[in-house]
């Protein structure tokens, strides 16, 4: 008890003491209480439980089935054995056993008044008056098959709520978890399966007290334990997943180490969009997975290129603008990114056709590499890099919009500026260190250009033509549109803002922005 704090172990030991209160009537004399009932349905859950230690709610419907058979105190012993018997995951150990006893057997507890209280045993004894399945009822003064059935769901919810309330105090005392992280955030989720588990604990209940005795009862148990094998292997395929994705971010973190986090926070606000746009379920989480794995075709780019110090020749400029498609190659074999790929190849693009690597513009663009380029630019310009410190969101926002309809999307753009003012944003530095020194400014991000002298370069020179790689496939787009823009060669302290940080190669002379939006890719 001493690795608990002090609240959590208050905590724990209350409800200790109100689960043993909830079952002391058993001791009292004169309870009938069928101790065979109990020892039979103990053993099940506790077998049960170890089983599938991974989820061992699988088998709460043996709980249920206690408590519409028992009375509750003498319901509140089924899950003693269980709970005491199961693995603790971490130490200690025993006061993690005995608060996950006291926390099943208050929950069956209180399901079991439910059903009392709804008159649920009636409704019971009425099942067991049934002629056949479809014969009705014999006795017709008793309640039916439809309320038996909702007092079971009804006592189900009972069960599961409890659980989860009494899951979150622990977890607010003992984690200093957030209330709503807790409660709110956790119900919806927990409650679900109770509306399977009620209508199984009745079917148990029922059988139980058929002439086929509690043997045909416990085949209920069989496709709750094959839903049970399915659930653990879906849980272990995605924390493969997610341990897949986790690797490649971290692998990008190592090599470009002065953009460390801007993965997953792109992969935030990428979520964010997707929220507003009505996106829900497997595409926002593909989405968000599209986020954070937008960059990691920089696995490709070696690294003496991404940390030069200095400017980038045309060659190796041409070489760190290939990391779309190299990452593109990268995943292609990864089955469950879906959508994200096309993030991934095409989050350079921009509206008005001057983005690389494909040169695609408007609604040839997919959907989710547009919304992966606004959030990559949001977050290059809030976050503090080596060569730029972070802008105020308020002043990102704006930079966002005026190159709406050009550079990005305005839907996206709108949808991102609707959930910064609900959610607000929170951008941690990203720079390890001053000296760290880095050659591929933030992606695709707007960024102000330093006040140039006459016919001088900026930092990054014109790169040189050279041919597109082959592929083996090629989406439908402008091959002829230049790659990047040319960096700008203006005199004019007041040029505007936007600007791509990573541009391509021109197709004509030079040309000083136009004062009233982004540069035109370039051309002439």
Not at 355 to 369: D, K, R, S, V
Request: contains cysteine; glycine residues 10%; aromatic residues 6%.
């Amino acid at each position: 008890m001493r690795a608990l704090p002090l609240g959590a172990r208050v905590y724990v030991l209350c409800a200790v003491l109100a689960g043993g209160l909830c079952a002391a009537p058993v001791v009292r004399p004169g309870q009938d209480v069928p101790w065979a009932t109990v020892a039979l349905l103990a053993t099940v859950h506790a077998v049960g439980s170890r089983a599938r230690a991974r989820w061992p709610e699988w088998c709460s419907p043996v709980l249920l089935a206690g408590a519409f058979l028992l009375p509750p105190a003498a319901a509140a012993l089924v899950a003693l054995p269980g709970a005491l018997l199961t693995r603790a995951d971490r130490p200690p150990v025993w006061p993690r056993r005995a608060w996950r006893a006291a926390r099943l057997s208050l929950a069956v507890w209180a399901a079991s008044c439910a059903f009392s209280a709804l008159r649920g045993p009636r409704a019971l004894e009425a099942l067991e008056a049934l002629g056949d399945l479809g014969g009705g009822v014999r006795d017709p003064g008793g309640p039916g098959f439809p309320y038996a059935l909702v007092t079971a769901v009804a006592a189900a919810l009972v069960l599961g709520l409890t659980a989860t309330v009494l899951e979150g105090g622990v977890l607010v005392t003992a984690e200093r978890r957030s209330p709503r992280a807790a409660w709110s955030d956790r119900l919806p989720g927990a409650l679900a399966p109770y509306l399977v588990h009620g209508p199984a604990g009745l079917t148990m209940a029922v059988l139980w007290r058929s002439p086929y005795g509690p043997a045909a009862a416990l085949l209920v148990l069989l496709p709750m334990y094959v839903c049970a094998c399915g659930f653990v292997l879906y849980h272990r395929e995605s924390a493969a997943h997610q341990a897949t994705i986790r690797a490649l971010v971290q692998a990008v973190d190592i090599k470009d180490r002065y953009t460390r986090g801007h993965s997953e926070r792109v992969g935030r606000a990428s979520t964010m969009i997707a929220r507003e746009l009505g996106m829900s379920g497997d595409r926002l989480e593909a989405l968000r997975i599209a986020g954070i794995l937008h960059d990691v075709g920089k696995l490709g780019v070696p690294t003496r290129l991404l940390r030069k110090n200095g400017p980038l020749t045309p060659e190796e400029r041409r070489v760190i603008e290939l990391h779309p498609e190299y990452g593109d190659e990268m995943v292609r074999g990864i089955g469950f990114l879906g959508e994200a790929r096309a993030a991934i190849l095409h989050h350079h693009e921009r509206l008005d056709g001057s983005g690389y690597p494909y040169g695609l513009a408007g609604a040839q663009i997919p959907e989710f590499a547009r919304v992966v380029a606004v959030a990559d630019a949001f977050d290059a310009m809030t976050s503090t890099r080596t060569y730029s410190r972070a802008r105020p969101v308020p002043t990102a926002v704006e930079e966002l919009k005026r190159c709406a309809g050009t550079q990005f999307d305005p839907r996206m753009v709108r949808a991102l500026a609707r959930a910064l003012d609900r959610h607000g944003w929170h951008a941690a530095v990203t720079a390890d260190a001053p000296e760290e020194r880095g050659n591929v400014p933030a992606d695709s991000a707007p960024r102000p250009p330093e006040p140039s002298r006459p016919r001088e370069r900026s930092r990054l020179p014109e790169p040189s033509r050279s041919p597109e790689p082959s592929r083996s496939r090629e989406p439908s787009g402008p091959r002829g549109a230049s790659r990047l823009p040319e960096p700008s060669r203006s005199t004019e302290p007041s040029a505007p803002l936007v600007r791509a940080a990573a541009t391509g190669p021109s197709d004509g002379p030079v040309r000083s922005p136009a004062p009233d939006g982004p540069r035109p890719g370039g051309r002439s």
